[in-house]
């Protein structure tokens, strides 16, 4: 009698991630509870291979929290302040990863006077420093890494819905507007080299950043009940989950367009 063959096991298929293949760099990186690092660990996860940056005091804080990531990843200084930073760190992105695929921009700052009760008490030179830091650097990043994106790609930033006027976020939210038409702009000039510029329009996540903003809790109050889909401070995934897939082909026909990931709370008067 003929003896049966057992029948071959079936082979493992390895999963491929949606950023397989794709180059990334990332800013914004501060703690492993940045909006910027859920980013990156996911971003990981979906194959990319990734580049952090950092800048001034914070470099070596960034340089912790990459330790944190599941794969070893190269840091490297950028302060979008700095004429000379957008040359050498293009030259070191390229010699770490060579083609750009991908950039997202995290990068936000004013000084205390541009925050708070008084919107009268900033000076333009407090002023100055919010805008260049938080909407002009979204071009910086273009100077910087446009010509590695040789294969097109896209740039995605991280926002805060400015249509309205919030409470304390006074210049910021002035820088964030600037930001929105920048991007805008950005998208416009870039399109024809078949590289998306997008932002998402995150909801309140309490990170480091928000630590700085004077009644970050009256966002938290409210934000939760008048959501729809409801909203949880502590949790950045759903912010990195979009901004990944906005990094991904998935969206290849869409740019100059910001991307609300705040549980539905933009659309909702009361």
């Known amino acids: 009698m003929a003896q049966l063959k057992t029948p071959p096991r079936p082979t493992t298929v390895e999963r491929v991630g949606i950023l397989s293949g794709k180059n990334i760099v990332i800013t914004g990186v501060l703690t492993d509870a940045s909006l910027a690092f ?12 990734i580049v952090l940056t950092g800048a001034g005091r914070g470099l070596s804080i960034t340089q912790r929290a990459a330790k ?13 302040t700095v004429d000379e930073h957008v040359l050498s760190a293009r030259t070191a992105v ?3 990863l060579g083609r750009v695929d991908g950039v997202l921009h995290s990068i936000g700052f004013a000084p205390a006077a541009c925050l708070g009760d008084d919107f009268m008490a900033a000076s333009w030179q407090d002023v100055s420093t919010a805008m260049q830091i938080s909407a ?10 446009v010509p590695l994106m040789t294969a097109g790609g896209s740039i995605v930033g991280l926002d805060f819905d400015n249509t309205v006027a919030w409470p304390a976020y006074n210049w910021m939210g002035v820088a964030k507007s ?21 932002l998402i ?4 996540i309490r990170t480091m950043a928000a630590k700085s903003i004077p009644s970050f809790s009256a966002f938290e109050d409210i934000w939760g009940d008048r959501a729809p889909l409801g909203w949880n401070v502590n949790d950045s995934n759903p912010v990195a989950r979009s901004t990944v897939a906005l990094l991904s082909d998935w969206f290849p026909a869409t740019t100059g367009e910001i991307i609300h990931v705040d549980g539905g709370f933009h659309s909702t008067g009361a």
């Open 38 to 49: 859920g980013v990156a660990q996911l971003a990981q996860q979906e194959g990319a291979k």
């Open 201 to 204: 329009a995150a909801g309140p």
């Open 94 to 96: 390229e010699k770490h």
């Open 136 to 145: 002009y650097s979204l071009k910086t990043l273009a100077d910087a890494f």
């Open 178 to 198: 600037a930001l929105e038409s920048t991007n805008r702009y950005l998208a416009k000039a870039l399109g024809p080299k078949n590289i998306r510029c997008n």
């Open 68 to 80: 944190k990531l599941s794969t070893q990843v190269e840091v490297i200084e950028f302060d979008v």
